[in-house]
């Protein structure tokens, strides 16, 4: 479902995955080709949110932006089950793991892992190309193994996904309503 908020509706590109059930509200952008799972909630109601490309916002996870905030997704980033992000930046390339948090302000440069979990701190910033984990998250270690693994597969494993969907006509941003105060309107205006 899209929500227009104060004028606000959520743009998102003809080529993403919506899914059903997600929720998305007000000043959020989605770009081609990312996908958006299973109750997700995007609330950009007061500030603003921004998603690259062949991103991933997996099931349940909770994306905020506070008034004048803004919290930044790149392009070909992993946001895991139930992970919550408030205004703040995951670069590209990057994964938030399952449940993790990460706090306003926060910076998680581009390839980075945030291991399942784990919270990272107000302004918090973490370097390119690293795993963090732990509560508050430190760097363990520059990328390798486990956490590289999740790296190079986990955005052609969520695109594979999405299409997949898509063939069965789930997902299309078209199919969703858009809700405001004044009026319902049946089918997305898409960018
Ligand atoms: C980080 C992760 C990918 C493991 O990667 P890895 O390269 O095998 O990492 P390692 O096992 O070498 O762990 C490095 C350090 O981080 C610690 N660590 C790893 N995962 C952790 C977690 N979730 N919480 C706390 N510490 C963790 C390890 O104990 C180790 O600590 P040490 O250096 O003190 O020994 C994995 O634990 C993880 O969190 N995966 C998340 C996957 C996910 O949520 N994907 C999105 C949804 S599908």
Redesign the pocket.
Known sequence: MFIEYRGKTPQVAASAFVAPTAVLIGNVVVGENSSIWFGVVLRADEGTIRIGARSSI?DNAVVHSSAAGTTLIGSDV?V??CAVLDDCTIEDGA?V??NAVVLQGAVVGANS?I????VVKVSERLPERI?A??VPAKV??LL?????D?IAH?TSESLGQAEAYRRDNIGDPHSHDVKSASRRKRGAVLV
Request: net charge positive; charged share 10%.
């Open positions: 997996e992993t895991g089950h994964l793991g399952s892992v291991a399942a979990g784990s795993v984990a732990g363990r270690k390798a193994g486990g956490a590289a999740w986990s």
